[in-house]
């Protein structure tokens, strides 16, 4: 006589087990895309990472001997980054990392949704004006006096933090645009992929630390924040108070974390390939 086959209770324990993860995978994920929405990440990379982007912010950090110069090595960085840099890839990578730190808290609710759509739109049409408006904008807005609240909240955000990734490395590609440009190719052409890859690492662990380049970072990380107070301060109290209480959230913290981590692993890595597809197809001289 043969003993009952024990897959169908397999089958049902899995299924039940799926059923009761499939929640807090979804709430996990619900959350994530609430916060990369809240944080403008996708808008944020689209504006510094896509064709002609990068090429554009590496020239302005280059001082003006350099960028009469630098035209060839512009449109070789153009190149080398419309082949390293991929939003769409990037942006579902940092998307998981989130998630993944927000499993077990709960899904955002309407009030909170609502909140970080009519935020996303004011970001998106601050982004839309001309500089007139902009400054118009700004002045109003950064004329109403700062409440705890939205003090708070700002301080829960990534915007400073992320401002800086992107400054370092535009910094870095700016860098290496300047060498070449100049004619000291050599000095990265020579170099075998791995210890090109070890220099990156050091550079970017190091940070910015010369001290022009590191006012011109203080600046741009503090005109973030001061954007981002701006449009808080255009926003209801309503949302700002639904806003505040989901970054207040136990896992609120370490998904910041994990955004500002995962945001600065694809922006190093993208570059890395960036600046080794630039410099393998530099001429040598």
Not at 117 to 141: H, P, S
Not at 247 to 275: H, N
């Amino acid at each position: 006589m043969h003993s009952a086959s024990p897959r169908p209770f397999f089958a049902a324990l899995l299924l039940a087990a799926f059923a009761l993860l499939a929640p807090a995978v979804a709430s996990a994920q619900d959350r994530a895309q609430a916060l990369m929405q809240f944080e403008g990440v996708q808008a944020r990379y689209q504006a510094a990472y896509t064709p002609g982007a990068v090429s554009r912010e590496a020239r302005q950090l280059l001082e003006p001997p350099d960028q009469a110069i630098a035209d060839k090595a512009l449109a070789a960085l153009d190149a080398a980054a419309s082949r390293a840099f991929d939003v769409k890839d990037s942006v579902a990578a940092i998307r998981q990392e989130v998630a993944a730190a927000g499993k077990g808290a709960a899904a955002p609710g309407a009030p909170v949704l609502e909140a970080v759509a009519r935020f996303a739109q004011l970001r998106a049409d601050y982004a839309a004006m001309d500089d007139a408006a902009k400054v118009a904008f700004f002045n109003r807005e950064r004329a109403k006096p700062a409440d705890a609240p939205r003090t708070e909240l700002l301080e829960r955000m990534a915007v400073a933090e992320l401002r800086e990734v992107d400054f370092s490395s535009q910094l870095l590609l700016s860098a290496v645009v300047k060498q070449l440009a100049r004619g000291n190719a050599g000095q990265y052409t020579a170099l075998p992929d791995h210890m090109l890859d070890m220099a990156l690492d050091t550079l970017w662990s190091r940070g910015v630390t010369s001290p022009r380049p590191r006012n011109l970072l203080t600046v741009a990380r503090e005109f973030e924040r001061q954007v981002t107070q701006a449009l808080l301060a255009a926003l209801s109290d309503a949302d700002v108070a639904a806003l505040l209480a989901w970054r207040s959230d136990p896992q609120a913290a370490a998904e910041r974390e994990a955004l500002v981590g995962a945001y600065r692993a694809e922006v190093k890595a993208s570059g890395a390939v960036a600046i080794r597809t630039l410099v393998r197809a530099w001429p040598r001289s």
